[in-house]
């Protein structure tokens, strides 16, 4: 979901790669465990619904903020638990109507705490793996 050239542009340093399919997501995990970040990015293909299933449930997540539309396709952070003040924070992306992308960024010990460092880490992570995705990677 992320190409080599992408991933420079979110680690200083080369990070560890874990892909796998969970049976409802192509998922990669990608860490750079000396600076204390993290990427994950799935591709959800078994959500019948695209992001619709998550705007139905919205009410039920701590956070429900709806972002600018990335690379066209509608966007949303929608944690169970707020943990952008510990860095960690994850965005939906409708890129179809049976299709999703989800993004958890871990943003590095340094940025931790920085005001809006967490979502603009995880958006920027969405639109690599958008671009990747449309092809343009």
């Given at each position: 979901l992320l190409t080599g050239p992408q991933l420079?542009?979110?680690f200083t340093t080369r990070p560890k790669i874990d892909p796998k399919d969970t049976g409802v997501a192509k998922t990669?995990?990608?860490?750079?465990?000396?600076?204390?970040?993290?990427?994950?990015?799935?591709?959800?293909?078994?959500?019948r619904d695209?992001?619709?299933q998550f705007y139905q449930r919205k009410d039920q997540y701590a956070v429900w903020k709806?972002?600018?539309?990335?690379?066209?396709?509608?966007?949303?952070?929608?944690?169970?638990?707020?943990?952008?003040?510990?860095?960690?924070?994850?965005l939906?992306?409708?890129?179809?109507?049976?299709?999703?992308?989800?993004?958890s960024t871990s943003?590095?010990?340094?940025?931790?705490?920085?005001?809006?460092a967490c979502e603009a880490a995880a958006q920027r992570?969405?639109?690599l793996t958008g671009t990747t995705l449309k092809g343009g990677a």
């Open positions: 420079s542009k979110l990669c995990d990608w860490s750079d465990i000396s600076a204390g970040s993290g990427v994950t990015a799935q591709l959800l293909y078994a959500a695209g992001i619709s709806v972002l600018p539309p990335i690379h066209g396709f509608p966007a949303s952070i929608y944690p169970d638990v707020d943990t952008s003040d510990s860095g960690i924070c994850g939906v992306v409708g890129i179809a109507d049976n299709l999703a992308i989800d993004v943003v590095s010990d340094k940025n931790t705490g920085k005001a809006g992570a969405a639109d």
